[in-house]
């Protein structure tokens, strides 16, 4: 009787990439290594790449190897398997995240030793970083480090207290508890197409009042799930009321408006969807956002495109409390 073929463990699966670039274009070449460090990409001899084997990583391998050969160079994909266990733990560990988790946590930590001294919105700020380079790691751990769990935990604690700080409980009727159970981890959902009174509105709500929100992008008549909280379109929780556009409107609920810089952002998108009274900026945010909805091929990929363009914006505003313009 033959013997069965028994597949190999999917983590054991790798995808070597062998390429020879062309000496007499050194910037080319360079641009060639930044994107494989971007991929995450581990070095094992000058010219050879190692990866685990996955969907995304053999397209984008496929990619570059067409781009070298454009350059003439010569690059190619090989799939492999380890040799053994050991050999296995060795190419694991090139890719080990832990050291850069541990530092993301100790930066982290030192932040929250700021409160009560530093001023919220520049603890918040530099917090807002320390997200995006969590996202930036995580996205390259392809083996889900223990550590990215507990960064994320130490992460999500430090924003609830630092959101605490800058935006205390409000006391007038009519506006949201911020530490209420109500409005965190919930599903959130706007109606396409996205424009930027609903962009900057789920920007918001990542941003400040509920990290964790799962977003829905709605279609013109499909009904807002029970278990959603919408906004950005008539019959939401959260809509354009009398004078002011959703955005405005969540500022006011969430206590949010006593923050100086998310008020002019307010105003700018204020102006951008009702035509309002003019912002000088508002002309380039659109521009960018123009930008953002020709190069995404989806509703998530415009968000992920927006939410650069206000995080820019809330820190040049940040930069410049009540003074003209950013960009001037």
């Keep these: 009787m033959a013997k069965q073929k028994v597949s190999p463990p999917p983590d054991s699966n790798w995808l070597v990439y062998v390429a020879s670039f062309p000496r007499d274009d050194p910037a080319a070449r360079m641009r060639v290594l930044r994107t494989l460090e971007s991929m995450g990409c581990a070095v094992l001899r000058e010219g050879v790449y190692l990866l ?7 397209q984008g391998l496929l990619r570059l ?8 160079g010569s690059a190619h994909v090989l799939k492999v398997t380890h040799f053994d266990a050991q050999q296995g733990q060795t190419f694991r560990s090139l890719f080990d995240r832990t050291g850069k988790y541990e530092g993301l946590i100790k930066s982290v930590e030192g932040l929250r030793a700021g409160f009560g001294i530093s001023e919220p919105s520049a603890i918040a700020r530099v917090l807002n970083k320390q997200r995006r380079e969590f996202e930036a790691i995580s996205a390259l751990d392809f083996f889900d480090s223990p550590a990215k769990e507990q960064v994320e935990q130490v992460l999500r604690d430090t924003e609830f207290e630092v959101r605490k700080r800058m935006f205390p409980e409000a006391t007038k009727s009519g506006r949201v508890s911020l530490a209420g159970r109500d409005y965190l981890n919930r599903v959130w959902a706007t109606r396409k197409p996205l424009w930027a009174d609903r962009l900057a509105s789920a920007w918001l709500i990542r941003r400040f009042i509920d990290p964790e929100a799962t977003l829905m992008w709605l279609d013109k008549t499909q009904e807002c799930p029970s278990n ?28 949010l408006d006593k923050n100086e810089t998310l008020t002019r952002i307010g105003l700018l998108v204020h102006s951008l969807d009702t035509g309002g009274p003019p912002v000088a900026e508002a002309a380039g945010v659109e521009t960018l956002l123009q930008g953002a909805r020709r190069r995404s091929g989806s509703e998530e990929e415009l968000f992920s495109e927006s939410e650069k363009t206000f995080d820019l914006l809330y820190e040049a505003y940040l930069e410049a409390p009540g003074k003209g313009a950013a960009f001037r």
Aim: one cysteine or more; proline letters at 5%.
């Design 52 to 58: 685990p084997d996955n969907p995304e990583n053999q």
């Design 65 to 72: 190897c067409e781009h070298v050969t454009r350059i003439n």
């Design 228 to 255: 959603a909280v919408g906004f950005g379109f008539e019959g939401a929780r959260f809509s354009n009321i009398r004078d002011k556009v959703t955005f405005q409107e969540l500022l006011r609920s969430f206590s």
